[in-house]
């Protein structure tokens, strides 16, 4: 069992839509990731939170616009996706101990999203 | 972050130890080797991480070589569910937290 909960596990939306990616740890950590991963490809990062600022964009498209409302919760708002976007999400958490380089990262099993 | 060479695919019977090689010949003095690997339809998993010492935790161990050009992966007693892709991945944390690239990985079947 995974310590990063993320809802839903399966999502299907059409490229009108708004929808909300879910992300939930009680560790302590206080940053937070968001990576996708196309199938057969390895996970590639998106965005990273650090003390609920946003400290890192990999110059993510803008219909992507992820949230940190507190230190244990991590959104990513979706809106207008391109049927390219149909990938597997994942959430990550790890300590962010100022000083302290060698602190892994925790996942969650990631939410499946396909566009129509 | 230093770039790391892994071969595709391996196989390894059941019962018997799983050795993952993984190429870093271009690592710096201040990165460490870290190991996740993803079993299908789970999230990547951490495994185990060093600097210098070779370490061994409760899922394996991890081999460094003196000029810590490469390293490998140990899993002692594969069994079915340690199939997996599995990532080596060389990095220095610059700021407090890490950030953390993700190469194409060794895909471990562990054969009955």
């Known amino acids: 069992d995974t310590e990063v909960t993320q809802t839903p596990k399966h999502l299907v939306m059409g490229m009108t839509n708004k929808k909300s990616l879910k992300c939930e740890q009680h560790?302590?950590?206080?940053?937070m990731y968001w990576y996708k991963q196309k199938a057969k490809k390895p996970p590639e990062l998106m965005f990273v939170y650090s003390y609920e600022k946003l400290s890192i964009n990999e110059s993510v498209p803008s219909r992507f616009s992820p949230e940190c409302p507190n230190s244990s919760l991590l959104n990513l708002h979706l809106h207008a996706l391109q049927p390219e976007d149909s990938a597997l999400y994942l959430c990550a958490s790890s300590q962010d101990v100022p000083g302290a380089s060698n602190q892994p990262q925790h996942f969650g099993d990631g939410t499946r999203l396909s566009i129509l | 972050d230093a770039k790391t060479t892994q071969p595709p695919s391996m196989d390894c019977a059941e019962g018997r130890a799983a050795n993952l090689p993984c190429n870093h010949s271009?690592?710096?003095?201040?990165?460490?080797v870290y190991w996740y690997r993803q079993i299908h339809s789970q999230g990547p998993q951490y495994i185990i991480h060093?600097?210098?010492n070779n370490e061994t935790n409760e899922m394996a161990s991890l081999i460094i070589t003196e000029d810590r050009k490469s390293s490998t992966l140990i899993l002692p007693h594969a069994t079915l569910r340690d199939t997996a892709v599995y990532y080596c991945?060389?990095?220095?944390?610059?700021?407090?937290?890490?950030?953390?690239?993700f190469g194409p990985g060794t895909s471990l079947s562990v054969i009955p």
């Open positions: 991945i060389v990095r220095a944390s610059k700021t407090s937290y890490d950030k953390v690239i």
């Open positions: 271009t690592i710096s003095g201040n990165e460490y």
């Open positions: 560790m302590g950590h206080r940053a």
């Open positions: 060093g600097l210098k």
